[in-house]
C-alpha cells in the first residue's frame, strides 16, 4: 500500500495525560507504524514531556491561554484561530495528502484550512456533551443537535469509537456509508499490572480531568457509604488539573508516563461517567493495567459485566458503593476481572489491528477524493 502524509490536528494543549490526547497520540501512532507520514498539530503548549516519537507542530501560544481541561475558555477561539493557522503551515510545507481531525474543534480547523479529503474522529455527540459546561441545559443541548447535525458530514469519513456514536452521526445527517466503527487503540504492553494483594484493601481511584461531564459527585457520594463500612478505604485522584477541597486525596499527574506508574498498583478503578456519547479512554488505560472497574452502565461500552468489571445503573449510589465495596473485599474476583479486562484490551484494541482499519479508511477517502477531482 502507498504511504500518505498525514496531519492530524487536535484542538487540545499536548502532550496532557488526558483521554482525549491520548486517544489522540495513540492514532497518530498507529498510522505511522504502518509506514505513513504522520504530523501532529496541537496548540502551543502541553503538560510534561513527549515522548511519541511523533512529528509535533505546535500553534502559536495564546499569551493568557493556559487551561489543560477540556470545555469553553475565553482563550478558545484565538487558539483555534492559532490552530488553523498551524495546520495550513503544515499542509503546505509537508505537502499533505490527508488530514485527519480529531473533534469538533479540529474539524472546524481542518474545514477552514480548505485542505481534502478529511477524516473527522468523533469523541462525542455536542448535544450530549455541551449541557454538561453551561447552566441552561435545553438551550445548550439546542446547540449540541445544531453542531451534530452540521459539521460531521461535512467530512469526508468519519470514524466514530462505538455504534451508539456512529447512529446518532447517521440520524443527524451522515450518511450511512460515510461512519465507520474504530475502537481506539490502546497498547497494553506499556502497562505493567501489578499483583492483587490478598490482605491489603486497595485504594479506590480515579484518574483525568474533574469536569462536570465526568459525574464525579457520584463516586464522592458513593465513597461517603464505603467509608461507613470500611472508615479507611482511600480515594486517590490523579489528574493534571487543580484541584481543591475534594475529599479525596490528589496524585498530580503531568505526563503519559506518571499515567502508567499510578496505574501500576493494586487498585479499585472507578468510573462514574454517565455520559453516553464518549468513549472513555481512562477505562481502556485501566483495563490495560489489569484494573477491575466499577462502571455506569451508559458508558460502560468496553466492559463485559462480571467478565471484565461490573457495571451498575446510572446513578445509582447504593449499588455503585456496593460494587466498590465488592471489589475491594474480594481480592480474587478483583484480580480475575483484571486479568481478564488486560486481556481484552490486548485482543480488541490492539494497535496494529487499529491501523489496519484506519489505514484502509484513510486510502478510500484519499482515493476517491482523487477520483472526484
Known amino acids: 500500500m502507498m504511504s500518505l502524509r498525514i496531519a492530524m490536528v487536535g484542538a487540545c494543549p499536548y502532550p496532557a495525560p ?105 469523541h462525542n455527540a455536542m448535544s450530549d456533551e455541551l449541557p454538561h459546561f453551561f447552566h441552561n441545559a435545553r438551550i445548550t443541548e439546542e446547540i449540541g443537535r445544531f453542531l451534530d447535525r452540521t459539521f460531521p458530514r461535512r467530512a469526508d469519513a468519519v470514524i466514530a469509537p462505538h455504534r451508539r456514536l456512529a447512529g446518532h452521526l447517521v440520524v443527524r445527517g451522515c450518511a450511512q456509508e460515510q461512519v465507520s466503527v474504530v475502537p481506539p487503540p490502546i497498547d497494553a504492553r506499556l502497562f505493567e499490572p501489578a499483583p492483587v494483594h490478598p490482605t491489603a484493601a486497595p485504594p479506590v481511584i480515579y484518574t483525568g480531568n474533574l469536569d462536570a461531564y465526568q459525574n464525579l459527585p457520584l463516586l464522592f457520594n458513593a465513597m461517603k457509604l464505603v467509608r461507613n463500612k470500611m472508615p479507611n478505604t482511600r480515594l486517590i485522584i490523579a489528574t493534571a488539573a487543580k ?61 463485559t459485566h462480571e467478565e471484565t468489571g461490573l457495571i451498575v445503573p446510572d446513578d445509582d449510589v447504593h449499588a455503585y458503593a456496593a460494587a466498590l465495596m465488592r471489589l475491594i473485599k474480594e481480592p480474587g474476583l478483583r484480580a480475575a476481572l483484571g486479568a481478564k479486562a488486560r486481556e481484552t484490551i490486548l485482543e480488541k484494541h490492539q494497535p496494529e489491528m487499529v491501523a489496519r482499519q484506519l489505514e484502509t479508511i484513510a486510502l478510500t477517502a484519499y482515493d476517491n477524493y482523487k477520483t472526484i477531482t
Open 18 to 122: 488526558q483521554g482525549s490526547q491520548v486517544f489522540m497520540r495513540n492514532t497518530a501512532q498507529c498510522l505511522q507504524s504502518v509506514g505513513h507520514d504522520v504530523h501532529l498539530v496541537v496548540y502551543g503548549y502541553g503538560v510534561g514531556a513527549d515522548h511519541s516519537g511523533l512529528h509535533v507542530h505546535r500553534a502559536a501560544r495564546v499569551p493568557f491561554a493556559a487551561k489543560t481541561a477540556p470545555g469553553p475558555s475565553f482563550a478558545k477561539p484565538f487558539q483555534d484561530i492559532t490552530l488553523t493557522f498551524a495546520l495550513r503551515r503544515v499542509i503546505e510545507k509537508h505537502h499533505i495528502q490527508v488530514v485527519c481531525a480529531h473533534n469538533y474543534e479540529a474539524l472546524f480547523a481542518a474545514l477552514l484550512a480548505r485542505k481534502r479529503p478529511i477524516l473527522y474522529f468523533a
Open 243 to 303: 484541584a481543591e477541597q475534594l475529599d479525596a486525596e490528589i496524585a498530580p499527574i503531568m505526563g503519559f508516563d506518571a499515567l502508567h506508574r499510578f496505574l501500576a498498583q493494586d487498585a479499585v478503578f472507578a468510573a462514574p461517567r454517565v455520559s453516553w456519547s464518549g468513549y472513555p479512554i481512562k477505562m481502556l488505560n485501566a483495563m490495560a493495567a489489569g484494573k477491575a472497574v466499577v462502571a455506569c452502565e451508559s458508558a460502560a461500552y468496553p466492559i
